[in-house]
């Protein structure tokens, strides 16, 4: 029986659209990689009315086998058409998130059109640096398959923005458990 690890790493640079940025911890069945294009357990973004932003880089300090990530929001997530980044387009898009993360319900629904739409539209993120917005020190404390988290931000966060602690694991294995086929 393949066991669950639940391991820090600051070489892995995931996969996907968020190669590159900067994860929480990350989830193994034996040799398998859950985390996937996933951002960890445990990782920063924060989401404005224009946009969202998420960490390049970050800092590493251990206590007593306690993790202390400090992650620098430094990295703004844009929207574009057939390889141009649209300033329009990203609001459009935050706007439309932001509703379907209101509608649980309609979820399966809302989500029929979209990859067609980016498929034959060519709409595709874009990442790029920013000056930093802040950084956020993120406390792990891992006793076997449980995660203690703490978080600890200077990122303003004005009204109607949010702050997201990330638990994300690849999209392929959390339909599949969500399915209940893995």
Known sequence: MNTIRIVPDSIYPGEGISRGLARG?????????????????????????????????????????????????????????????SDVLTRWIESGISAYMQLPWLQSILMLPVLPLRTLLGIHPFFETIPPRGKATVTYTVTGQNVEIQVESTIPVRPKDTLCLLNELSAAWFTAGWDGKR
């Open 25 to 85: 911890l990350l989830v193994y069945c034996g040799d398998c990689n859950l985390t996937g294009e996933g951002m960890g357990i445990g990782s920063i973004a924060l989401r404005d009315h224009e946009c969202t932003y998420f960490s390049r880089s970050f800092t590493d300090s251990t206590e007593s086998g306690v993790l202390r990530r400090t992650f620098t929001l430094d990295t703004r997530m844009m929207w574009g058409i057939r390889g141009k980044p």
